[in-house]
């Protein structure tokens, strides 16, 4: 049986994503060279100014050879300012910027280990997996797995109202993926120029 | 040009490609292949074999901060790495261009705790601009002019190079490259013209502007641009420490220093300006002091080149962003020519009451031991204040840096974001190479000089001309002020025994001196200059001085005391 917590936003089993005072929830997309190590360099950037990431999702980007991180994180937005700037100093980071929640779509995928037994006493259950859009993807005599993909808050609804049943026996969220709303591509934009410049340069010697 | 060699020789070519003619080094196991091309190319590189590791850092660094290129210095894995920690945060924080080369085990051995085998680049990574490990002989040229470019453009800073001992030995076919583009580092971000006007405009408005000048200036050799803007608007200016020499001392528009013991006018008057312009500087808390009270009335325009400083510690209401050379001219263009003199004049009164209280007693001593100002302001006359002013870390520090005077650019050598004792002798030695036209004092205390004195057998070996000034007070002198003035006279761990220096200096054949008496101290300095190569002349001076005025810990910029209460 899940542990009840109230206060600790960062652990997946907490009731609600309280925002701290005077404190915004921002999603930083920072797109960098494929070269290792940069996560930690990254993630250090964080630490040294006291900030906690709340969810971190590294992968390939659409644009070859670079790669992508999302990260979330509560601070404010001289804070996030100051984070971006910090981390696109770092030689092989392409771009750093921040965003607000309704700046971006927001995707965020969870996997919720139920007792079947429970499930078939109590209807309830599959009520409330089916009115979250949630889906069973696995049942046998023992649990059934339950998976629900949306934003952050459909995904902690669905969470407590099966944990207020007490039902659930294991409950994992991913990180944050997301794209952006706005129309322009600043990659793709940055990118471009950056060859313009680099055409300039090469006269006067091999470029990267 | 294609052709068969071993990595280790291919550094030694790629390090000329990128005009290195200097390296500081300490030879050891996973650094030996290079040490064995070395010795083929020992006309070529003039390798300076310092007495410890972070030796050859700091003379990296002063050799850097002198010449404005970039410093390299060249050791072996594990310890002789470790030893290079401090050296490479120092450089980190003061932006000092740098490249050091670290031997690391071959490849098949990494990770597996092999002797010698330190995680460098984990270490280092955090405080140093890029830091790579060199895995395989064909990444050499492209990894040491990617070093370089990066070391010395934008904001400068250190680089690691991390080099496997396999890449050292293999065989490969070697082809010179440059690096002068990388598609995610923008060394000099675009001069924007709509900042420019703005910022003229801001100037134009001004009543009683204020310029902060920062090492940003020396960094972007835009020495004459700065004039030109103070000089055009008729801008008082006070400098940062390491900005120190971006002006002439002299300068009737240099009001001095800023900072915790800085002048009294500049800091003054940071509170009073109604526009504080700040060219290549940090808002480090050194100078701002307490930053709730800091220039609250003011008008902020922040000139860098790094757009991470913007609003770091202090919000502006304009950035100008680029190479401060090119937006000096640029907004110096769109000033008005006019005059501030009453704003400037009403600087005088604080100079004299600073000049009343303090400078005064410092400089002009009748009676009493010998004091660290008067030896100061002694030395920097007597080289016609043209010489490179190399400090330790301490009271001999901030007396250094507040009597010393400038007339020429590059003439600060200190080590400001750290505070690294033991910095001063080995960074002196670097800075006899970097500018070897130039006379180099280096003032240290008996703490900092003990810290890395075993450069003394460099000095010997390269008959390095480095005019040690050696400001003896038996404490640690700063740390003591500190006691004195806010930890109830506890001198906890503070007093130096200190052994015989000139015992010390004759060990390693360098001419040495102790003055005691004042009389004797114009003829000890003129000694010391006219003695070609290096000397130490030690001062006993007095124990228990303090260095003022103070802007006391966390207190206002302008809330400076004169005097010590007791
Ligand atoms: C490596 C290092 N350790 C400790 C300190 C702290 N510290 C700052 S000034 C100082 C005293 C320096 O004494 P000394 O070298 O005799 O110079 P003085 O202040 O007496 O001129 C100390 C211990 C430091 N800055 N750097
Ligand atoms: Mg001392």
Known sequence: MAEQHNDCKSCGKCTSYEQEEGKTLYTMLIYSENTPGLLSQITAVFTRRQVNIESLNVCASSTPGVHKYTITCYCDEDMAQMLTKQIEKKIDVIQANYYTEDEVFILETSLVKISTPMMLENRDVSRIVRIHGAHIVEVNPTYATVEKTGITSDILSLYNSLNELGVVLQFVRSGRICITKSRVEHLDEFLNEREIRRAENCNTGISE | MKEQISGAEALMRSLLHEGVDILFGYPGGAIMPVYDALYDYRKELNHILVRHEQGAVHAAQGYARVSGKVGCAIVTSGPGATNTITGIADAMIDSTPMVVICGQVGTAMLGTDAFQEVDVVGITQPISKWSYQIRRAEDIAWAVSRAFYIARSGRPGPVVLDFAKNAQTEIFEYESKKVDFIRSYEPVPKMEQTAVEKAAKMINDSVTPFVLVGQGVELGDAREELRALLEKAQIPAGCTMLGLSALPSDHPLNMG??????????????????????????????????????????????????????????????????????????????????????????????????????????????????????????????????????????????????????????????????????????????????????????????????????????????????????????????????????????????????????????????????????????????????????????????????????????????????????
Request: proline letters at 5%; one cysteine or more; aromatic letters at 8%.
């Open chain 2, 257 to 566: 220093m800023l900072g915790m013991h800085g002048n009294l006018g500049p800091n003054v008057m940071t509170n009073q300006c109604d526009l504080l312009i700040a060219v290549g500087m940090r808002f480090d808390d050194r100078v701002t002091g307490n930053l709730k009270t800091y220039a609250k009335q003011a008008k902020i325009i922040h000139f860098d080149i790094d757009p991470s400083e913007i609003n770091k510690n202090v919000k502006v209401d304009l950035a100008v962003l680029g190479n401060c050379k090119e937006t000096l001219a640029a907004v110096t263009e769109l000033v008005d020519k006019t005059t501030h003199q009453h704003w400037i004049d009403s600087f005088k009164p604080y100079e004299e009451k600073e000049f009343n209280k303090v400078i005064n007693k410092a400089l002009n001593p009748t009676e009493g031991p010998l004091l660290m100002g008067e030896v100061v302001r002694k030395v920097s006359e007597a080289a016609n204040n043209e010489a490179v002013l190399v400090t330790d870390v301490g009271q001999n520090q901030l007396f250094g840096c507040r009597y010393f005077k400038f007339s020429k650019g590059r003439s600060v050598v200190t080590s400001g974001g750290c505070g690294t004792m033991g910095f001063g002798l080995p960074a002196a030695i670097g800075a006899t190479f970097g500018a070897p036209e130039r006379t180099v004092c280096m003032f240290c205390g008996d703490g900092g000089l003990q810290m890395t004195i075993q450069e003394l057998g460099t000095i010997m070996e390269q008959q390095a001309p480095v005019k040690i000034i050696l400001l003896n007070n038996n404490y640690l002198g700063n740390v003591r002020q500190w006691q004195a003035m806010f930890f109830n006279h506890r001198y906890s761990f503070t007093p130096m025994t200190n052994p015989d220096y000139e015992l010390i200096a004759k060990a390693y054949g360098i001419p040495v001196q102790t003055v005691v008496n004042r009389e004797e101290l114009d003829e000890a300095v003129r000694k010391m200059l006219a003695t070609p190569g290096p000397y130490l002349l030690q001062c006993a001076v007095l124990e228990e001085d303090n260095v003022l005025p103070m802007t006391p810990p966390g207190a206002n910029v302008d809330e400076m005391l004169l005097e010590v209460n007791s």
